[in-house]
């Protein structure tokens, strides 16, 4: 067993089982190259300062930029024996470079070390993360443009209710993508300072410049205060809250993938690559891809739990406890990355049934409300209007009939304000053509959403906060 840097203190190795227990190099591992980052950076601030020599300084970079290469190319291999990344990259450099090697922690400990690699992983990672977001609110963008003019009931309680369209129904989800993208952003500001330098928690009595260390890894500014540095992770814990709320609006347009694509619904129909059969009934098409990402919310929304419950009892400043912070943010990071890269793909191949959305539109009344209101518009209280709606829905169902086929005389005896102009008051089309109020359904106003919707993609990408809205 490899000696630990830390073993001066001690009298005998540490059981094998509890270095293993104790090791997290199986799970930090993927942050190497954030903890080279980090390390040429204070190798260069201590070379600067006069800490160490500019010539060591020099041949640690060098040394560290190697390393970096020969485990990209697969050269140099993880020793699953180290104890964390951090670790197992010191004791690298020091084999290849001697004493020169072992001057790299100078002023720094691994608290501050582990700190500044984790929000780098998680900067890079959020950033990709936006992108794959962007890359779903651009498909249902695409798609919503192709469906403005598609009638589809839309629901309360899972109950038909008002006409919708297909367009209008995808941008809801985009709105919603645009708030995750707006979430992550503003994770990524607060998490933008920089902990190295901050040593174990106290700092260090030697003459560093953490502004030059920060400005080299692109950190806004140093964090301000050093215990703060070493033990926050609230980064985490926005940055996983922020994920389970993108996984909860992907399962929550699977919910509905599911139902759509079923024989009962069969508004959608998925690819065959984005679906699975039976190993029994031959008949079977299986919406795999969604329910996999329903059971995954699950599972994201558990590390969030885990990290609020890690942080929830643990003193200031670093306790071992935060080495779980890794297993589940990772975890969540994972898991989002793979559900949005495979439900895009999905949506942008799926096929829209148009006539069968129609169909479920003409059934179940949902032109109801468009009936009261053409008996408003003529000078009758809401109230009023809506009573005798209601009245007409029962006489319908008691005859087997819609409102569109009740007959005039039907509706006369209510009312001597109905005249044949109702009928296309009341028509499907009508209904949704005339919804024109601001984030309605009509085509002019989902065209309208769909513009801004694509304005403020465009200003995430910039960082822009200005938008010029449609209104």
């Given at each position: 067993m490899a000696e630990m840097m830390w073993a001066g203190r001690f009298s005998k190795q540490v059981d094998a089982g509890v270095n293993a227990f104790n090791s997290s190099i199986a799970f930090d591992a993927r942050m190497y190259k954030h903890d080279i980052q980090g390390s040429i950076a204070h190798a260069t601030m201590l070379g600067d300062c006069g800490i160490i020599s500019k010539e060591d300084s020099i041949e640690i970079i060098g040394g560290l930029k190697e390393i970096l290469a020969d485990i990209d190319s697969g050269a140099?291999?993880?020793?699953?024996?180290?104890?964390?990344?951090?670790?197992?990259?010191?004791?690298?450099?020091?084999?290849?470079?001697?004493?020169?090697?072992?001057?790299?922690?100078?002023?720094?400990?691994?608290?501050?070390?582990?700190?500044?690699?984790?929000?780098?992983?998680?900067?890079?990672?959020?950033?990709?993360?936006?992108?794959?977001?962007?890359?779903?609110?651009?498909?249902?963008?695409?798609?919503?443009?192709k469906h403005t003019e598609t009638v589809m009931p839309g629901y309360t309680h899972l109950q038909r209710a008002q006409p919708v369209t297909f367009a209008h129904h995808l941008m809801a989800y985009v709105w919603m993508l645009i708030r995750d993208i707006g979430r992550l952003n503003s994770t990524a500001e607060r998490m933008n300072e920089c902990?190295?330098?901050?040593?174990?928690?106290?700092?260090?009595?030697?003459?560093?410049?953490?502004?030059?260390?920060?400005?080299?890894?692109?950190?806004?500014?140093?964090?301000?205060?050093?215990?703060?540095?070493?033990?926050?992770?609230?980064?985490?814990?926005?940055?996983?809250?922020?994920?389970?709320?993108?996984?909860?609006?992907?399962?929550?347009?699977?919910?509905?993938?599911?139902?759509?694509?079923?024989?009962?619904?069969?508004?959608?129909?998925?690819?065959?690559?984005?679906?699975?059969?039976?190993?029994?009934?031959?008949?079977?098409?299986?919406?795999?891809?969604?329910?996999?990402?329903?059971?995954?919310?699950?599972?994201?929304?558990?590390?969030?739990?885990?990290?609020?419950?890690?942080?929830?009892?643990?003193?200031?400043?670093?306790?071992k406890d935060m080495q779980e912070d890794k297993e589940a943010i990772f975890d969540a990071v994972d898991n989002v990355k793979l559900c949005l890269s495979t439900f895009t793909p999905m949506i942008a191949t799926m096929r829209v049934l148009k006539e069968n959305m129609r169909n479920a539109s003409a059934k179940g009344f949902i032109n109801a409300t468009d009936c009261a209101d053409y008996l408003v518009k003529k000078g009758m209280p809401f109230r009023d209007a809506y009573k005798i709606t209601g009245t007409l829905v029962a006489q319908c169902?008691?005859?087997?009939?819609?409102?569109?086929?009740?007959?005039?005389?039907?509706?006369?005896?209510?009312?001597?304000?109905?005249?044949?102009?109702?009928?296309?008051?009341?028509?499907?089309?009508?209904?949704?053509?005339?919804?024109?109020?601001?984030?309605?359904?009509?085509?002019d106003a989902v065209n309208q959403q769909i513009r801004n919707a694509e304005l403020m993609l465009e200003c995430a990408l910039t960082d822009s906060l200005v938008y010029d809205f449609e209104v």
């Amino acid at each position: 067993m490899a000696e630990m840097m830390w073993a001066g203190r001690f009298s005998k190795q540490v059981d094998a089982g509890v270095n293993a227990f104790n090791s997290s190099i199986a799970f930090d591992a993927r942050m190497y190259k954030h903890d080279i980052q980090g390390s040429i950076a204070h190798a260069t601030m201590l070379g600067d300062c006069g800490i160490i020599s500019k010539e060591d300084s020099i041949e640690i970079i060098g040394g560290l930029k190697e390393i970096l290469a020969d485990i990209d190319s697969g050269a140099l291999e993880f020793d699953p024996n180290a104890e964390d990344i951090h670790m197992f990259i010191e004791a690298e450099l020091t084999k290849r470079l001697g004493a020169v090697g072992k001057r790299l922690h100078t002023a720094r400990s691994r608290n501050d070390q582990v700190a500044v690699d984790l929000r780098l992983y998680l900067r890079d990672e959020i950033k990709e993360i936006i992108g794959l977001v962007r890359k779903l609110a651009e498909t249902l963008i695409d798609m919503a443009k192709k469906h403005t003019e598609t009638v589809m009931p839309g629901y309360t309680h899972l109950q038909r209710a008002q006409p919708v369209t297909f367009a209008h129904h995808l941008m809801a989800y985009v709105w919603m993508l645009i708030r995750d993208i707006g979430r992550l952003n503003s994770t990524a500001e607060r998490m933008n300072e920089c902990p190295l330098g901050c040593g174990a928690l106290a700092g260090t009595t030697y003459k560093t410049d953490r502004m030059q260390t920060s400005e080299l890894l692109g950190f806004e500014m140093p964090m301000q205060n050093s215990l703060d540095g070493v033990s926050d992770r609230d980064y985490c814990v926005e940055l996983c809250s922020a994920l389970s709320l993108i996984m909860t609006h992907l399962s929550r347009f699977s919910e509905e993938i599911i139902l759509w694509c079923s024989w009962e619904f069969k508004f959608i129909e998925l690819d065959d690559a984005f679906a699975t059969g039976s190993s029994i009934m031959p008949q079977k098409k299986n919406p795999d891809i969604t329910e996999l990402i329903r059971g995954k919310t699950g599972r994201v929304n558990g590390d969030l739990v885990t990290l609020l419950t890690m942080l929830k009892g643990i003193p200031l400043a670093y306790n071992k406890d935060m080495q779980e912070d890794k297993e589940a943010i990772f975890d969540a990071v994972d898991n989002v990355k793979l559900c949005l890269s495979t439900f895009t793909p999905m949506i942008a191949t799926m096929r829209v049934l148009k006539e069968n959305m129609r169909n479920a539109s003409a059934k179940g009344f949902i032109n109801a409300t468009d009936c009261a209101d053409y008996l408003v518009k003529k000078g009758m209280p809401f109230r009023d209007a809506y009573k005798i709606t209601g009245t007409l829905v029962a006489q319908c169902i008691e005859k087997n009939l819609t409102l569109e086929t009740l007959p005039m005389e039907d509706y006369k005896a209510m009312t001597d304000l109905f005249t044949e102009d109702v009928y296309e008051a009341i028509s499907l089309d009508t209904c949704v053509r005339e919804r024109k109020s601001y984030g309605g359904p009509s085509p002019d106003a989902v065209n309208q959403q769909i513009r801004n919707a694509e304005l403020m993609l465009e200003c995430a990408l910039t960082d822009s906060l200005v938008y010029d809205f449609e209104v």
